[in-house]
């Protein structure tokens, strides 16, 4: 199959799974508290502990890619995804909550693994960050599209609403399948010929150092998210209007230069180079995050929007150059097991994100900017150190 028809397959798909995405960012707090009846801290909970299920589920999923073939461990995911997503309209007490919230999560993080690993083995070279980043542009695109239809229910504000919203997100979700039963099967064969003779991902101590560190830039999603809000909202006199102007700036600028960031990456050491300067860029944007919690209204405004553009642009740069590593330096008889290790390093820093935004910006406020500005940049500088000189890993 030619690699565009496959590329336009996992396009379509991501269409689909990420408009799901961005309706249940929307209304899943709000169903879950007036609909299923929970209390924000058990929803909290429960997803907090979804998230760590999705630490193994992601490592699973590329175990299951080598054996199986990244395909059927999609679609599978997918399937499972889109029937939690169901069976949320079914739930209504905290323990159901938490196992559905289990099956979604996990459903969603071994897509993530699987995808990757199908990227991996079939498209080669600098081709497989640039699908990334074209892959990444359509995620953002369609999570904002299905956040912006995910208004309607908002505004109606009824049970009825929420619900439907809720189902419309399953179908969404389930209709990838339609673009993902078009892909090959690339099952590299029976795990004792393809993968044995590899070396596994857990004695590799270059590639899991490099994991480690990613792992903890991975802390600036969640900052943007989640830390920029209850800053800008509780620590600067700019207007609470101003966070949703800022996530737009932040989807711009991702949707504009995220394919033009691979162009930074050609190798290692360069993707390294490429970490360490994305770092450097989210310091910045910690400094002047910090620095907006001074001034008058206007001042203020103007150094988040110096922030937010730091940050997304250290955001697109770190993610070019990790993915880079991600690829190369994994032994490509494992590809989904290295993937597996990959993607749950990410999911390892997503969940302890919110933990380490809250105890250092948003609790001590400058020292604590300053302190994970310097947490990001060492991160950075360790991975170039790691990776200077670094070749691409072949097979002998």
């Not at 801290?41 to 999923?61: D, I, N, P, Q």
């Not at 695109?141 to 439907?164: D, E, F, K, P, Q």
């Not at 990456?265 to 994305?278: E, L, M, Q, T």
């Not at 809250?358 to 940049?377: D, H, K």
């Amino acid at each position: 199959m030619p690699v565009k028809t496959i590329e336009r397959a996992l396009t379509w798909a991501t269409v689909a799974g990420s408009t799901s995405k961005g309706v249940m960012f929307s209304v899943s707090a709000l169903f879950f508290t007036t609909v299923v009846g929970l209390s924000p801290a058990t929803v909290g909970a429960g997803l907090t502990v979804a998230g760590f299920g999705g630490v193994l589920t992601s490592y699973a999923a590329g175990r299951l890619s080598d054996r199986f073939g990244p395909r059927p461990v999609l679609l599978g995911a997918v399937l499972a995804q889109a029937g939690a997503l169901v069976a949320y309209s079914l739930t209504r007490d905290a323990v159901t909550f938490v196992l559905v919230a289990c099956v979604a999560v996990g459903g969603e993080t071994m897509q993530r693994t699987s995808r990757v690993t199908l990227v991996a083995r079939v498209f080669t070279g600098s081709g497989r960050v640039a699908v990334r980043a074209r892959l990444r542009v359509v995620d953002n695109v369609s999570i904002a599209a299905g956040s912006g239809a995910a208004a309607v229910a908002l505004a109606v504000g009824t049970r009825t609403a929420y619900l439907t919203a809720v189902l419309a997100a399953a179908a969404l979700t389930l209709s990838a399948t339609f673009a993902l039963r078009r892909l090959p099967d690339v099952t590299v064969g029976v795990r004792d010929e393809a993968s044995e003779a590899g070396t596994p991902p857990s004695r590799d101590r270059r590639y899991l150092t490099v994991v480690a560190l990613h792992a903890v830039i991975t802390i600036q999603f969640v900052l943007l998210t989640v830390g920029m809000p209850l800053w800008v909202a509780g620590h600067t006199s700019a207007p609470h209007v101003t966070v949703a102007l800022l996530m737009v700036l932040n989807t711009l600028v991702v949707t504009f230069f995220q394919v033009r960031a691979t162009r930074l990456v050609v190798d290692v050491p360069s993707a390294g180079r490429a970490v360490r300067n994305g770092t450097v860029l989210l310091l910045v944007a910690c400094l002047c995050y910090a620095a907006a919690g001074y001034p008058g209204t206007g001042a203020a405004v103007g150094l988040l929007v110096a922030a937010v553009t730091a940050h997304s642009f250290g955001e697109i740069v770190s993610e070019a150059g990790g993915w880079e590593l991600a690829f190369e330096l994994a032994d490509p008889r494992n590809t989904g097991a290295y993937q597996g290790v990959s993607q749950a390093g990410m999911a390892i820093g997503r969940a302890f994100a919110p933990l380490v935004v809250a105890s250092t910006a948003i609790g001590l406020g400058l020292p604590g900017w300053l302190l994970l500005g310097g947490l990001f940049v060492a991160a950075g500088a360790g991975t170039r150190l790691i990776t200077r000189g670094v070749g691409a890993r072949s097979v002998v």
